[in-house]
């Protein structure tokens, strides 16, 4: 409820309305845990395919967690990923996932997920300065979607996304092996190899992959130590 | 005596319960909607029509500033029955809201989140210290991707969602007309004719097509269209019913 019936209608598009963003000083960015980070986001004939590495590390030089799920179900059938700041990027997912719920509830429909990127794009730029960038990946009527969402809330939409410290790595392997039309199960392989080659060369990223397969029956995701394992 | 000084504190208080569980403030406001000339939608597969007789008290009036129909956004109108100006306050609400989804979720607000956007305030001015409840019924009118909507907000706050309604001045007259004679399968420009037909029932003087204010959503387009004098002048020509001609109108 606002608060002064002066006010109502006027609440800010920006904010989320379960709670505004705390104002959080960001002046130790450089040692607060970073994902580092490769995040991989692919469009596919069944839905999405998210792949990330599975590393924390402080600042890319010291790696401070080794078994870090950095992809997260956000809504039914929708996936974000966590890149940058950890404490930014778990309240952001933690703040959108409330704000799509509400949604549904009061509704009795789910976001689209055209909605849902310009939201977490409004509330990258909206709130506190998060140092996140993350990539949204979802399956609604109208079909695939994969957006990358920068840090200045920047709401990009492409057929397959790759974001954080082993970027360049990994859209060299895309590059190669992306197409148009790949079922999921095409599509976890050339994800996980975009990440276990970024792995190999990128100190921020390592130690694994985890697996999101979004379809329009919901959000799947797995980790896996070996990558043996999932090519 | 004493009983009827208790009347009067839970007459005055909106936020008071009578001890028979009624709110006397928002029955008055109900008693105000009816003070006000008719309004009425008739949804159909092809869209919503909105037809408000306003009737104006003086010919020195310019009919135009009569406002009873409003595009709220380009695919929703609303139009009021009661007070002008608590109407006014709730479509610039509406007009808001509205907005804010475009520019939270870059997408257009559905016709029942919309209705239950501003019977949520409505019913805030029935419980809040201090407010005043709406003396006016809204009929809320659009389209969601090609889907016609029509929802009725009442003054204590609750939004229905109707076929064909009538709210203001003769209500039970126009809305009977209404029962009898709806049909699923109207175009938009029936629904306008059966709206005029109902409207033609409950008054003793013919039709004018200059005091009725029409307007549609059309499925098609999903955007929100007044009809001009001419068109509402088709219309009524085809009706059974007794119209104001041409040449008396512009005397």
Redesign the interface.
């Known amino acids: ?1 606002n608060d002064s ?1 002066e006010n ?4 800010n ?2 904010e989320p309305e379960v709670g505004s963003f705390q104002n959080v000083q960001s002046d130790q960015e450089g040692e607060v845990t970073k994902t580092g980070t490769t995040t991989v986001g692919l469009t596919t004939a069944d839905g999405v395919v998210i792949a990330t590495d599975m590393r924390a590390s402080l600042g890319g030089r010291f790696v401070s967690n080794k078994d870090v799920q950095k992809v997260e179900q956000i809504h039914p059938t929708a996936a974000l990923t966590l890149v940058g700041s950890v404490g930014g990027a778990q309240s952001f997912i933690e703040t959108l996932r409330a704000e799509a719920s509400l949604y549904e509830t ?2 009795g429909e789910p ?2 997920i ?2 849902l ?3 977490a794009g ?1 509330f990258g730029r909206g709130g506190p300065f998060r140092a996140i960038h993350p990539i949204l990946g979802g399956v609604d009527e109208d079909g695939s979607h994969v957006y990358s969402i920068d840090p200045a809330g920047g709401v990009v939409a492409d057929d397959y996304t790759v974001t954080g410290s082993g970027m360049q790595v990994a859209y060299g392997t895309l590059e190669q092996y992306y197409e148009e039309g790949l079922s999921n199960e095409e599509a976890k392989k050339v994800a996980a190899r975009a990440v276990q080659s970024a792995v190999e060369r990128d100190t921020g990223s390592g130690n694994g992959v985890f697996l999101a397969e979004i379809t329009d029956e919901g959000v799947e995701i797995q980790g896996h130590k070996d990558f043996d394992d999932v090519l | 005596m004493q009983g009827q000084h208790n009347q009067q504190a839970y007459d005055r208080g909106i936020t008071i319960f009578s001890p028979d569980g009624r709110l006397y403030q928002v029955e008055y406001a109900r008693e105000a909607v009816k003070r006000g000339t008719a309004t009425i939608g008739v949804r159909t597969p092809d869209g919503v029509a909105l037809v408000a007789d306003r009737s104006v008290r003086s010919r020195l009036i310019e009919p135009e500033s009569v406002e009873k129909l409003h595009e709220v956004d380009d695919h929703v109108g609303v139009a009021s029955a009661g007070h002008v100006a608590d109407a006014r306050k709730l479509v610039d609400f509406a007009r808001r809201r509205a907005q804010t989804e475009q520019l939270r979720y870059g997408q257009s607000i559905g016709v029942e989140t919309l209705a239950k956007s501003i019977t949520d305030n409505i019913q805030e001015h029935t419980q809040t210290g201090g407010a005043r409840p709406f003396g006016v019924s809204l009929l809320i009118a659009g389209t969601e991707d090609g889907e016609p909507h029509l929802y009725e907000a009442d003054p204590s706050g609750v939004a229905t969602e109707w076929k064909a309604v009538a709210v203001g001045g003769d209500r039970d007259v126009i809305q009977g007309h209404l029962e009898d004679e709806y049909t699923e399968a109207l175009g938009v420009d029936e629904g306008v004719g059966l709206a005029l037909e109902a409207l033609a029932e409950a008054s003793d003087d013919p039709i004018d097509p200059a005091s009725v204010d029409v307007a549609a959503i059309e499925a098609e387009t999903d955007e929100y269209r007044p009809y001009d004098v001419e068109e509402v002048r088709t219309i009524v020509d085809d009706l059974e019913v007794e119209t104001v001609d041409e040449e008396e109108d512009e005397e």
Do not use: I, Q
């Open positions: 409820m019936f109502v209608g006027a609440e598009p920006f009061r509704r976001m689209s055209d909605a990127a310009t939201l409004n």
